[in-house]
């Protein structure tokens, strides 16, 4: 069964760091590319950061140079590090995966970003 489940939200600061886990089970984490997504309370979901099964990466705007995705293919895990958070990335995040051309989401993590 194909699983997804997000950890390491939490509160923070302006200006400080929080690294999201996304633990991957039921499908070849290295077959497929995998997406940050995030929703604010009262907005649409928006994509975030998405690593490609080799490696590549891609960021949305808002993000480029204070998050950075990885993965680590041995123990099926993706990261998002977060640095510089602000006040506006306050939100849940997920992770996606599309697998046989239907996406599958996980449980979210919430994230607040406030003094």
């Known amino acids: 069964q194909l699983q997804l489940v997000e950890s390491g939200g939490g509160l923070v600061q302006p200006g400080g760091s929080l690294r999201l886990s996304c633990a991957a089970s039921?499908?070849?984490?290295?077959?497929?590319?995998i997406g940050w997504f995030r929703q604010a309370p009262g907005k649409e979901r928006e994509g975030v950061a998405s690593?490609?099964?080799?490696?590549?990466?891609n960021y949305a705007d808002f993000v480029k140079g204070r998050f950075t995705i990885s993965r680590d293919n041995v123990r099926w895990r993706v990261f998002l590090q977060m640095n510089n958070l602000k006040p506006e990335d306050t939100a849940t995040y997920y992770c996606?995966?599309?697998?046989?051309?239907?996406?599958?989401w996980g449980q979210g993590t919430e994230v607040t970003v406030s003094s």
């Open positions: 039921g499908f070849r984490l290295d077959y497929y590319a």
């Open positions: 690593i490609t099964g080799s490696g590549s990466t």
């Open positions: 996606n995966v599309r697998y046989r051309g239907l996406p599958y």
